[in-house]
């Protein structure tokens, strides 16, 4: 069993940053696959970015790659979603995901656990 709990979430002007975490809890948090996902009103959940438990894989979306960093600090238990350059169109709801089997997908259904989200908000 793995709960997550993200924070770190806000109203941030175009080309700002914000850091968003993940804290995670369970035994198997530190061998588990962490990826955030993103879900904006009205449009269906999206992949952003991937890293395997050990940090030796580490995916992005082609829409973030370059501006968003993806890290983890397993003796904290916690992933973090480093946000720079932030876009409009940046704004959705961004949720964390864990897989114990150590999976890399960038399908929502492929991931057993889920935080309940954080808000971010970036205004032109």
């Known amino acids: 069993q793995v709960q997550l709990v993200e924070s770190g979430g806000g109203l941030v002007q175009a080309g700002g940053s914000l850091r968003l975490s993940c804290a995670g809890s369970g035994r198997t948090f530190s061998t588990s696959a962490m990826s955030w996902f993103r879900q904006a009103p009205g449009r269906e959940r999206e992949f952003v970015a991937h890293?395997?438990?050990?940090?030796?894989?580490?995916y992005y979306a082609d829409s973030v790659k370059g501006r968003f960093t993806i890290s983890r600090d397993n003796a904290k238990n916690t992933v973090y979603l480093q946000m720079n350059n932030l876009k409009p169109e940046d704004t959705a709801v961004y949720y964390c995901?864990?897989?114990?089997?150590?999976?890399?997908?960038?399908?929502?259904?492929?991931?057993?656990?889920w935080g309940q989200g954080t808000q971010v908000t970036v205004s032109s």
């Open positions: 890293i395997t438990g050990s940090r030796s894989g580490i």
């Open positions: 995901a864990a897989d114990p089997m150590g999976t890399y997908s960038k399908r929502p259904v492929d991931y057993q656990y």
